[in-house]
Structure formats: structure tokens, C-alpha cells
């Protein structure tokens, strides 16, 4: 419905998820996670071609189900696996879907290697080809200290944000999420500098990561909407026009 609503415009995103506090919730045991997201993911992909939908499987079993409404884009809108794992990079690449990953770009080079190897780039249509996005979180200051300045204080908010539920439940947090500001840039998970530095850094990455396209996450923690905006402004003006 969004799809015709928005005259072809919805991108479709699914993930696993991480944190097995929310899967008990449902009453779901973490074991039986990874072939559950396997088995819903099928079901979403077959739904969205439209038609009759049958499904048998160990979790889900679906019988002459009537989908008399098929989405504005054909076969279905552009989908995005949410993805740290080869294996589920393969996955995507079998079934058309783009991949969005986040980590340093020498281990994100590991999945983008994984869908490529699976044939899967330039499995879109003609006119589009497979996604391979490297997400960021990126603020650019005036200098480098100012730059700082913003970030530090917002990615301490945003980290004690998505640690709500680790704290609360005394678990253990993952281990590839740093815990300080240092950590997050030394590990690339944000990228903060000046115009120019930020440029050259993302081009490094995405070209080491082996991606070709950039999540830009430019809001996040208590960052001020104007420290936002500029951030943005200077990826179109940078990046994008330069790149165009």
C-alpha cells in the first residue's frame, strides 16, 4: 500500500536483530532465531511478488493465502538486509537484495566479498544495480576540534541509548561496540573532521570496504539539528556533487 501510496518510492529493510532480552518477549528462543529470520525472510520475498502464497516450513506454515495487492515496483521494491555475517550477505546476494553493513571497512571487505562471490552484484534490473552500503556516523565541524566537540557528547548519549537494555538485564554488551567516543572513531564507526578529512576518510573506506554506497547516519544521541543540517550540506557539496 505504501508502495502505490508513494508512487514507488518504499525501500523495504529487514534484520535479525541481536540482543536476546527482545526475543524473549515473544517467547522466541535465541537458538531457533536464525532459522526463523531465514524462514520470514522467504515468506516477505514471496509475498511481495503478489499471487497465492504457500509456505511450509519448521516455523511457519502458510496455505492459499489470497495477496490480491502486488506493490508499484516490480518484481517488488528495493529490499536491504541488515547484515554483519557472510553467510547472510549471501543470502541477499541469491535473492536481489542490497546489504547494509557497519564495522571497520577490512571486515565489511569480508561481506561485500561473500555477495559478489555469490553472483549477486548486478542481479538488479538492467537499470539498477545491487547496493553494498557501508554505514557511518559523520560529523563535520568547522575544525577538527570542533568537530569533536559535537560528536564526543552525542555518541556518549546515543551509546547509553543502546545500551538501555544491555545495563538493565546486567548483559554483556557485543564486543565489537565501543564504549567511548575514541573507540568509535578508531573502529569507524564514526568519521569526524573537517570537510576535506571527511571526504578523503569515507572514499578510503568505502573503496577498502568494498562498498558502493554510503549510509550516512548525521543525526544521532542529543547532536544539535544545525550540527546535522551541515553535516549534510557538506556530503552534497563534497561528496556528492564532486562525485556526480
Known amino acids: 500500500m505504501l508502495d502505490h501510496l508513494s508512487g514507488g518510492r518504499v525501500e523495504f529493510g529487514i534484520g535479525r536483530g ?19 529470520y531465514l524462514e520470514a525472510s522467504e515468506i516477505l520475498m514471496e509475498a511481495m511478488r503478489g499471487g497465492t502464497l ?4 519448521h516455523h511457519f506454515q502458510l496455505d492459499n493465502v489470497p495477496l490480491t495487492l502486488r506493490p508499484h515496483q516490480r518484481p517488488h521494491p528495493p529490499t536491504w538486509i541488515a547484515t554483519n555475517r557472510p553467510e547472510s550477505a549471501r543470502w541477499a546476494a541469491a535473492n536481489g537484495a542490497n546489504i547494509a553493513c557497519v564495522g571497520p571497512a577490512s571486515f565489511v571487505r569480508k ?5 559478489r562471490a555469490e553472483g549477486g552484484h548486478n542481479m538488479h534490473t538492467d537499470d539498477q544495480v545491487s547496493l553494498l552500503g557501508l554505514l557511518r556516523m559523520i560529523v563535520v565541524g568547522q575544525s577538527a576540534s570542533h568537530a569533536y566537540s ?30 567511548t567516543f575514541d573507540a568509535a572513531v578508531e573502529s569507524e ?21 568494498g562498498a558502493n554506497y554510503l549510509l550516512c547516519q548525521v543525526a544521532f544521541g ?6 546535522s543540517l551541515y553535516t549534510a550540506t557538506i556530503i552534497q557539496s563534497e561528496l556528492m556533487d564532486r562525485l556526480a
Open 189 to 209: 564507526l564514526c568519521v569526524v573532521g573537517t570537510a576535506p578529512f571527511v571526504r578523503r576518510t569515507l572514499l578510503d573506506q568505502l573503496e577498502e570496504a
Open 150 to 179: 559535537l560528536a564526543a557528547p552525542a555518541f556518549e548519549r546515543w551509546l547509553e541509548s543502546f545500551k538501555f537494555l544491555y545495563d538493565l538485564n546486567a548483559i554483556p554488551v557485543p564486543p565489537n561496540l565501543p564504549l
Open 111 to 115: 561481506i561485500t566479498d561473500a555477495y
Open 222 to 227: 542529543d547532536l544539535p539539528l544545525d550540527a
Open 18 to 36: 541481536s540482543l536476546p532480552i527482545e526475543l524473549t518477549y515473544f517467547g522466541i528462543d535465541a537458538d531457533a532465531v536464525p532459522e526463523r
Open 54 to 57: 504457500f509456505y511450509q516450513g
